[in-house]
């Protein structure tokens, strides 16, 4: 389930390209011509850097501990800015819960790195305290890659240092009452146990404790879409752009409903709007390419999953895949093969490696 949080919806880490995508009208669906040019160069070498310079703070260095981009991690930043500059800096703890492993708790003062090394299987839950006090939590996709970055930028008030409600700024916040939450940690618990009835029953009680919160009314929409029930979650998700017009997530979610209803054109409009309101989010162009693909605009559907890429090397790497796949469709071996080498240079111990590699062999 996508954009689950208790304080704060979810900021995927983007790329720190600033470069805005232009999705043209193609006149023809020429892969083996207008690819080649689409095609662009996702060097992962800075992102490797990142992976290094975090992790290697807590002993975790992936090209040690195995091939680099498969072993698994959660690392990031937490940057923590305060009202009173002189005041004590706080005690910021980062904990990562997955029911396969123990629970695991890294300290920063103020601002700082953390990196954990997932042995429990995908997925779990990241926690933000400050002073011992929770003001963000946030799922970790059970989706992508072995590594995955989160990011967290907090502000403390000088009234508010010991309220979760007051703690946490950010694009998106609508401020939780006592009791949701409450009905947020429930909900974020049956969601870690995909129990989505669950969840589902709780951000019904978010929303019918407090209408007017626009995040619960969007997390619902996506947690019944998940289940499958398009006409509640059409009506959850238009409450909440009802609410906040410009809530992304919840765009996005619009965009997955419509295309779960095979409403390819209508889906493409509204991921497009989306990457209007957060053009270096990686998740908008990946689900905006395949819309185009289902939609059958292969071109466009490369351009989009290539900008996907760009913003997301490690995360956004099974694209390679699909764009390998759409290349053997279109009759060009070659540039295919060049997706399957990018691909196991970031994921070189796929279960599937030897035979992209017999691919890549037979198609130079």
Known sequence: MEFFALHIVQRMYNARSNNNMVVGKSKQFALTIIFAAAILLCGASAVDAQVDDICGEFGFIPSLDGPRLSAPYIYGKVNITTADTSAKAPKVSIVYLNRGQTPNRQTVSKTGNYCFRVTGGAGGTLIIDIDGVEVARRPVSNFGTAQQREDFDISISAAGQQTAGGVVAS???????????????????????????????????????????????????????????????????????????????????????????????????????????EPENARVYQLLGEAYLLAKQGTLGAEALNKAIELDPLGMAELHLQLAHLYQLAKAPALAAAEYKKFLAKVPDHPDKAKFEKFIKENP
């Open 171 to 277: 694009k998106y916040y609508y401020p939780p009452t006592k009791k949701t939450a409450e009905f947020y940690k429930q909900a974020a618990e049956a969601e870690a146990a995909k129990d989505l009835a669950a969840a589902t029953n709780a951000l019904q009680a978010v929303v019918k404790e407090d209408a007017k919160d626009y995040i619960g009314w969007g997390l619902l929409a996506g947690v019944l879409l998940e289940r499958k029930m398009l006409v509640e979650a059409d009506a959850a998700v238009r409450r909440s752009l009802e609410l906040k017009v410009e809530y992304a997530p919840a765009w996005l979610t619009a965009g997955r409903i419509r295309t779960a209803q095979t409403q390819y054109a209508a889906a493409i409009e509204i991921f497009k709007h989306a990457a209007t309101l």
